[in-house]
């Protein structure tokens, strides 16, 4: 298993891959970083991942379309929880939820 510092690490380039795909899904707060988003433009590959804080767990996994469109409603049910604001919608957002990658170095 790889430790917090490797999972970061790969995180982070994940974070930047979904922030270059479109449609894609980052949701950021103080427990975990969530992605969802195409592989490429046929849309037919997706990948979820995700890195909880703070034991720095890496979850990667590539699913089909319709998988991701039910694990979409599935993290959207959460949002009462931790509110809209943790929806990555802008770079400066990116650039706060990557940040959050430094804790696990």
């Known amino acids: ?8 690490k790969a995180f982070g ?4 891959q979904a922030w270059e795909h479109t449609p894609s899904f ?3 707060n103080d427990e975990y970083i969530y992605c969802l988003f195409p592989v490429d433009d046929t849309k037919e590959t997706w990948i979820e991942a995700s890195i909880t804080f703070p034991d720095g767990s890496l979850d990667k996994k590539e699913i089909p379309p319709i998988k991701a469109i039910a694990l979409l409603v ?10 809209v604001e943790c929806i990555v919608t802008s770079k400066g957002k990116l650039d ?5 990658l430094a804790a696990l170095l």
């Not at 298993?1 to 970061?8: C, H, L, R, T, V």
């Not at 599935?74 to 509110?83: A, F, Q």
């Not at 706060?96 to 959050?100: G, L, P, Q, R, V």
């Open 96 to 100: 706060e939820a990557a940040s959050k």
């Open 13 to 16: 380039a994940i974070l930047a």
């Open 26 to 28: 980052i949701c950021s």
């Open 74 to 83: 599935e993290e959207l049910k959460v949002l009462p929880t931790y509110g």
């Open 1 to 8: 298993m790889a430790d917090k510092a490797e999972n970061a």
